[in-house]
């Protein structure tokens, strides 16, 4: 399960299942801004021994491993938080791989779109199982000013996170589905002057690891947020139970939302309308074409 206090207990390890440079180097500099050590630990690929990164004007060298299993078992135990960007078909076969072979493993989030529905819903179970968060798939990540950034979450250049003033603890939490949406708001909180306490993005696809409703109780026991916002869309029944968390007063703290999607029913009768348009002008054009003839 998502505890953030947690989060905030000594320098999370992370191991990178899959290489993507940017997002990668973008968790490198959080660190190095931060003023915290490389989370990044090591990278699960082929191809090479090592990558070259960036740490602040020196470079650094994060090695690679063909596996999990040939992780050396002390780098293994260092091991908190996984980041998945492998494939959308790996994404089971490695992530159980990291629940069964990372002994301290605490979380993850998983980057990839296009999931089989099956292998996420395996996901939730596993994770769910050994009591493990897991974010996505189609997430962006977790972040925690100043101490943890799994992911492209705040944005994937040095100066997005600059601007979003994300080595800066506060009081407000952010959430979405939409990974996109999840760094627009943490713009919006950073230019009305306040800060994160921390921001995550569910997961774009249908069946997520980590629900609204887990978040928003992750908010509720975390001892600096004060404000949840939560960007939600139509589909599904996370809204239903967020509005029942409410009245049962099991969420305390103040709540900004915005439910997208209505303006859908406008856009979805002005198509069929102009479809019907357009159907009976072509109509109309070829019963005057045979009139004519």
Do not use: W
Not at 202 to 221: M, V
């Amino acid at each position: 399960m998502l505890d953030i206090q947690q989060t905030l207990l000594g320098d999370g390890k992370i191991l990178a299942i899959g290489n993507h440079t940017a997002i990668i180097q973008s968790i490198l500099d959080f660190n190095f801004i931060s003023k915290k050590k490389p989370s990044i630990v090591g990278i699960v690929a082929t191809g090479r021994k090592t990558a070259r990164f960036f740490f602040g004007n020196k470079e650094i060298l994060i090695p690679f491993y063909e596996s999990i299993s040939s992780i050396p078992e002390y780098t293994k135990k260092e091991v908190i938080y996984i980041l998945n960007l492998s494939s959308g078909r790996r994404v089971l076969s490695s992530t159980k791989s990291a629940l069964e072979l990372l002994p301290h493993l605490q979380g993850g989030s998983i980057f990839a779109e296009g999931v089989p529905e099956k292998h996420a819903l395996e996901v939730y179970r596993l994770s769910t199982d050994k009591k493990i968060f897991m974010l996505g798939p189609a997430s962006v990540g977790l972040l925690v000013p100043g101490t943890l950034k799994l992911g492209a979450i705040g944005g994937t250049e040095s100066k997005q996170l600059i601007d979003s003033r994300l080595f800066q603890k506060g009081d407000v939490a952010v959430m979405s589905s939409s990974g996109g949406m999840t760094n627009e708001i943490i713009r919006i909180v950073a230019q009305q002057k306040r800060r994160l306490s921390f921001a995550l993005s569910f997961g774009g696809e249908r069946f997520p690891s980590l629900t609204p409703k887990e978040a928003f109780l992750a908010a509720e026991k975390d001892h600096h947020t004060k404000t949840i916002v939560y960007f939600g869309e139509l589909g599904g029944t996370d809204e239903y139970d967020l509005v029942a968390l409410l009245q049962e007063k099991k969420i305390t703290k103040q709540v900004i939302c915005y439910i997208a999607g209505v303006i859908a029913d406008i856009f979805m009768y002005y198509t069929i309308l102009r479809s019907i348009f357009y159907y009976f002008s072509i109509a109309g054009t070829n019963i005057s074409n045979e009139v004519g003839e």
